[in-house]
């Protein structure tokens, strides 16, 4: 069975930086595409970063420079560090597949979902 389980959010000051985990089960993450997405309060899920089977990385325009997505096939696991917060991060956080190799801009290409993990940026 496919499964993802995000880690690693929690309330952070302005500025600072979270390191977010994508736990991966049921199939070999070498072979698919990971995508981030958050979510804030009243909000559409909104994609962030998406990283394919040939480690090309795409980034929404709002994040560039401040997260990055990586994977660690061996640890069936793939990340997101996130620097220099700002309070309009304030969202869950999810990682997702397409289940394919390639990336998609749709949310909905993306099949299978994690619970998400909240990641709240306040002074």
């Known amino acids: 069975q496919v499964q993802l389980v995000e880690s690693g959010g929690g309330l952070v000051q302005p500025g600072g930086s979270l390191r977010l985990s994508c736990e991966t089960s049921?199939?070999?993450?070498?072979?698919?595409?990971i995508g981030w997405f958050r979510q804030a309060p009243g909000k559409e899920r909104e994609g962030v970063s998406c990283?394919?089977?040939?480690?090309?990385?795409s980034y929404a325009d709002s994040v560039k420079g401040r997260f990055t997505i990586s994977r660690d096939n061996a640890k069936n696991a793939v990340y997101l560090q996130i620097n220099s917060l700002k309070p309009e991060d304030t969202a869950v956080y999810y990682c997702a597949t397409t289940h394919e190799f390639w990336c998609s801009d749709t949310v909905t290409a993306f099949t299978v979902w994690g619970p998400g993990t909240q990641v709240t940026v306040s002074s």
């Open positions: 990283i394919n089977s040939y480690d090309v990385i």
């Open positions: 049921g199939f070999t993450l070498s072979y698919y595409a």
